[in-house]
């Protein structure tokens, strides 16, 4: 999939149950617990239960998933000292 580097990337949550994503480039792994996404503006991870996707469509990069959402983190492209060494500076 080709997406350009102007493409927009937005998430909205609705009642933490309904997720939808917008400007992601690919599906790394997902299971009921976590997704991994690569966006346009990083690897991100969604953290839930009974997490599932229900649309992906790689053409426009909009994703959509329900489940009972936790967390949304975006991990870090540095692999020495992770996250939380960024935010302890």
Known sequence: ??????????IIT????KLSISGVRDVLAF?????????VCGRM????ENLHIVSFHTESGDLSAEGRLHAVAYLSD???GGMFSKLFR
């Open 14 to 17: 609705e009642g933490r149950e």
């Open 78 to 80: 540095n692999s020495r």
């Open 31 to 39: 299971d009921e617990e976590t997704i991994q996404l690569d966006t």
């Open 1 to 10: 999939m080709d997406i350009g580097i102007d493409m927009n990337h937005a």
């Open 45 to 48: 991870t969604v953290k839930g």
